[in-house]
């Protein structure tokens, strides 16, 4: 099983960015389907964007379109997030999770890395 470690996270105000990292080890990165959700206090853990294995197919939720990206470098075992033009509201607990080929859901899961956004 592939072991996922998220780093980047922090304070930032309304209107900036930050980029998430998520350093995996353990198995073979590039057989993993992976993505970021995050869970902000008294909610559900929600998707924010998912990558296909070589990277070239990506999904947003609408919240995060046209801020977010997700991407992957398959050479050096991690996932990223840049996140841009941030909001109060992004404010949460990110996560990195993994699914390997064949797997109806995410099923691997770092330990997660606090983002807040100051208004």
């Known amino acids: 099983q592939v072991q996922l470690v998220e780093s980047g996270g922090g304070l930032v105000q309304a209107g900036g960015s930050l980029r998430l990292s998520c350093a995996a080890s353990g198995r073979t990165f590039s057989n993993y389907y992976m993505a970021w959700f995050r869970q902000a206090p008294g909610k559900e853990r929600e998707l924010v964007a998912a990558i296909s294995r070589s990277g070239g197919d990506t999904a947003y939720a609408d919240s995060v379109k046209g801020r977010f990206t997700i991407s992957r470098d398959n050479a050096k075992n991690t996932l990223y997030l840049q996140m841009n033009s941030l909001k109060p509201e992004d404010t949460a607990v990110y996560y990195c999770?993994?699914?390997?080929?064949?797997?109806?859901?995410?099923?691997?899961w770092g330990q997660g890395t606090q983002v807040t956004v100051s208004s």
């Open positions: 999770a993994a699914k390997g080929v064949g797997q109806l859901s995410y099923d691997t």
